[in-house]
């Protein structure tokens, strides 16, 4: 009997970003810090995890690479988002008043 995709039910994130709104905190300069600092903390823990498979830690070939390929994201997205910023900076610079 085939199983329906409606029984299998949704499936959870592997890890939740908290980002803070800017009602939460003082503004965008707090908001821009907070994702850098995450875009680092992926970076370390995929170094880690490296780190952790060549020595022979018991750290996966699977874990190491989830790991490393969530931190080049997590840099990619950021990345386009600056550049965006950027670019919606330089467009309100060019408007005139």
């Known amino acids: 009997m085939p199983i329906s995709i409606s029984s299998l039910g949704a ?3 592997l ?3 908290a980002v803070p709104s800017a009602a939460d905190s003082g ?3 707090d ?8 875009v680092g903390e ?10 952790n498979f060549l020595s022979g830690d018991g750290e996966d070939l699977h874990r190491t690479i989830m790991a490393t390929q969530r ?4 840099f990619e997205l950021f990345n ?5 910023v950027v670019q919606a900076y330089q467009e309100v610079m ?4």
Do not use: W
């Open 15 to 17: 890890v939740k970003i």
């Open 80 to 84: 386009q988002i600056r550049g965006k």
């Open 42 to 51: 992926f970076g370390k823990n995929a170094d880690q995890q490296v780190e």
């Open 11 to 13: 499936m959870a994130p």
């Open 31 to 38: 908001v821009f810090k907070a994702a850098v600092g995450r």
């Open 71 to 74: 931190a080049e994201l997590a």
């Open 27 to 29: 503004g965008f300069q």
């Open 94 to 97: 060019r408007m005139q008043m």
